[in-house]
């Protein structure tokens, strides 16, 4: 159903709205039940205690295409005949309810036309329209007064009148110029608060869905208010579709007689999207589609070379994105407990190695991507924030990338360069999945079920073989250790690779349409929502087995090279077992299988492997030790390295120049059974943490 714009404009005014709409609410029937559908909401209304009633647009459209046409052009008028309509049927139903209500709302659902923010002009101005987007920010819920009592504060009156007489408060209060009793026009007029009448109000702040943003373009919004019921319906992160009513905003200031005005929505009717995954529509042709890709043997292949085509080798980071675009299962345990599905993987790698080009591929192709910068692209960052609007004041509270992706995937490049305040929330979105915040009297619990897929560069500009993950990049231990995955691409000169590459390179930049994907973006897409949607793989005894024994087999290591080197090394922990069953459940996934097989799990224990060598652990010699890939010390060097802080601290005091020489140190630390090798290295580290400081050549204290 379409209506036609010439068709809306130029209505005349309706006569006797009011009975036409009371008409439609008593008679119309439902097409398949033939049950009287508003007679029955009507009647549920009231046994809810409510009253709001939701009216399909399209039933009003095919009872009464005039009816329905005059809602949009006027909506201001033929809203309040259809509450005083809804007043009348309700009246018959139960009279005694209906003198405690004073305003019954309708509430309109589902315009023909949804138009986008981008595309709201003028034209809309005092018409019902239909947008969607993402809330991004609302603020905290205030009280805002509709019919007010005020007291006339002159000396001779002091009487309390209703204001405004007719109708309600807009926007804007508007004081009275005059007392209405004794006609005066000194002395002020006080608001009498338990008299007033109040309605729950709410700011909110809806954007474009990032799939609607053309190409390059920023992100459009649009303001709106909600009241009464409406109010936190829809939290920030949720994807909304929305009724209601363009309006311009009053300044307040009666002079404002020319000017440039801003607009914001009134809002009708608002409704949360059935969140995960829906807007992806798959027609029952692409579920054949699926199902017969889904047999082919080869299918992971096919799926793996699918991302990314135009960028050459990277098999394994690509498999690995493959693997988190389908993602794990969620476990929900009987006490709210929740284990993530997501998987995170992490990629730091010199400059030029295609990290953007892999995440901006892998947001465009995820149902509901994401693509950011670490230092982010709006206030609320990667998490969450409470910020205020620089022109009204108003606090709001703004979601984030992650909340924003909730349901999706998040690609974050340059995650080394996140905010301060991301790098705490972080850790909380990455494995409880949600991000709280506190501030300005806002306390919220958002939900941040994506997965992130991420990018960083080293430290120093390349990544050094010779020191640890930890030491390549900007990011703490408790970060790292969250992803699932981590892959470092180093840029080293190979003449048989860069052949082949730059052949590659070459040929896509020759023709462009030679490297299409095997399997097309948009049935990818399709296929992946699929599998996201109606998959949920089991576990088989053999896929536990598999995974037990590999684990227990690199504990094992850990445990032996602490009995031949008297060190407690933290071997592989739980948190890498249950990493190891997501990728096997997504690799199930991604072949639409209902268990997980051995083949599964034997795919995940590879690419766990992987990871490993490519963060510079020799996995098949056994030193195997997660600590020193996420921190660079080991549990007994970094024991060892306080003994080094702790000698300096005291023999800094033993001296009158405010440091302490190298010589020394070793001396003191021989006592402690440290080499002087040791103490060399550990100097330079300590150094580069900033723990300790060079005032004078070879002599050192601690950063206070
Ligand atoms: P990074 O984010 O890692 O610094 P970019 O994604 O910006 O790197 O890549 C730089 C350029 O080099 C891009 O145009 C990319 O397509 C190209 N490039 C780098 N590595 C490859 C590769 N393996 N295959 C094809 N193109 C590549
Ligand atoms: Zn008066
Ligand atoms: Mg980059």
Redesign the pocket.
């Known amino acids: 159903m379409s209506i036609d714009e010439t068709e809306i404009i130029g209505v005349e005014e309706l006569s006797d709205p009011k009975l036409r709409f009371e008409e439609f609410l008593k008679t119309f029937q439902d097409r398949v039940t033939g049950k009287f559908k508003y007679r029955e909401r009507i009647r549920r209304m009231i046994i809810t205690g409510m009253k709001s009633l939701v009216i399909d647009f399209e039933d009003l459209y095919m009872y009464d295409s005039d009816l329905a046409r005059t809602l949009i052009n006027q909506p201001d008028t033929m809203l309040a005949a259809l509450s005083e309509a809804i007043r009348s049927l309700a009246e018959i139903e139960d009279p005694e309810y209906v003198k405690t209500i004073d305003k019954f709302y309708p509430r309109i659902k589902g315009l023909p036309n949804v138009v986008r923010i981008r595309d709201i002009r003028s034209d809309h101005i005092g018409k019902l329209i239909m947008i969607e987007g993402i809330l991004v920010r609302a603020t905290p819920i205030r009280e805002k007064v509709v019919k007010a009592v005020f007291r006339h504060m002159h000396p001779e009156c002091g009487q309390e009148f209703m204001w405004p007489p007719k109708g309600e408060m807009g926007e804007v209060i508007e004081y009275p110029l005059f007392c209405p009793l004794c006609g005066k026009s000194g002395g002020s007029f006080k608001l009498v608060p338990e008299k007033s009448k109040f309605i729950d109000w709410q700011k909110i702040v809806i954007q474009e869905r990032p799939e609607e943003i053309p190409s390059g373009q920023i992100p459009r919004s649009i303001e709106a208010v909600v009241t009464a019921d409406l109010v936190d319906k829809a939290r920030p992160g949720d994807r909304v579709s929305l009724t209601g009513v363009l309006r311009i905003k009053q300044t307040g200031k009666k002079k404002a007689s020319i000017g440039i005005f801003d607009i914001y929505l009134d809002v009708n009717y608002i409704e949360a999207s059935q969140r995960l995954l829906e807007e992806v529509e798959i027609t029952k042709e692409d579920e054949e589609k699926i199902k017969e890709l889904a047999k082919d043997p080869w299918i992971h292949k096919r799926i793996i070379a699918s991302i990314a085509p135009?960028?050459?080798?990277?098999w394994d980071i690509k498999e690995a994105i493959a693997l988190l675009l389908f993602g794990g299962v969620p476990k929900q345990a009987e006490d709210g407990t929740r284990i993530r599905g997501d998987i995170h993987v992490l990629l730091i790698?010199?400059?030029?190695?295609?990290?953007?080009?892999?995440l901006q591929y892998a947001a465009r192709i995820a149902p509901r991507g994401i693509y950011t910068s670490g230092k982010g692209a709006t206030a609320a960052g990667l998490t969450a924030a409470v910020v205020r609007d620089k022109s009204t004041g108003e606090w709001y509270l703004e979601a984030g990338a992650l909340v924003l992706a909730d349901g999706g995937m998040a690609a974050i490049?340059e995650i080394d360069k996140m905010r301060e305040e991301d790098r705490s929330a972080i850790h909380e979105a990455m494995e409880q999945q949600t991000v709280s915040i506190a501030k300005a009297g806002i306390v919220a619990r958002l939900n941040a079920r994506s997965s992130i897929l991420a990018?960083g560069?080293p430290k120093f500009g390349r990544y050094m073989k010779d020191r640890s993950l930890a030491e390549n990049i900007n990011l703490p231990a408790t970060i790292l250790s969250r992803f699932d995955l981590i892959f470092v691409?180093k840029d080293e000169p190979d003449s048989k690779i860069d052949y082949l590459?730059a052949e590659?390179?070459l040929r896509?930049h020759k023709e462009i349409e030679l490297v299409k994907p095997d399997i097309p973006a948009s049935l990818l897409r399709k296929y992946i929502s699929y599998a996201r949607r109606y998959v949920r793989p089991k576990l088989t005894d053999e896929a536990i087995k598999l995974l037990q024994e590999f684990f227990v087999e690199m504990r094992k290591m850990s445990e032996a090279q602490e009995s031949s080197r008297r060190e407690t090394p933290v071997a592989i922990t739980p948190r890498q077992l249950e990493a190891l069953v997501r990728l096997a459940e997504a690799h199930a996934k991604m072949a639409l299988r209902e268990y997980v097989t051995i083949e599964d799990a034997e795919e995940a224990i590879r690419l766990m492997k992987a990871f490993l060598e490519s963060v510079g652990i020799d996995v098949e010699s056994g030193k195997i030790d997660i600590d020193i890939i996420m921190t660079g010390k080991p549990r007994s060097q970094q024991e060892k390295l306080s003994i080094i802080v702790d000698i300096i601290e005291n023999e800094t005091l033993e001296t009158d120049y405010g440091c302490v020489y190298m010589k020394k140190i070793a001396e003191k630390a021989r006592e402690y059974n440290i080499s002087e090798d040791f103490v060399e290295r550990a100097l330079r580290i300590l150094r580069r943490e900033g723990t300790i400081y060079e005032p004078k050549p070879h002599c050192y204290a601690v950063v206070k």
């Open positions: 135009t960028i050459y080798g990277h790698g010199d400059p030029g190695t295609a990290k953007s080009q892999l490049d990018a560069n691409l590459m590659h390179i896509v």
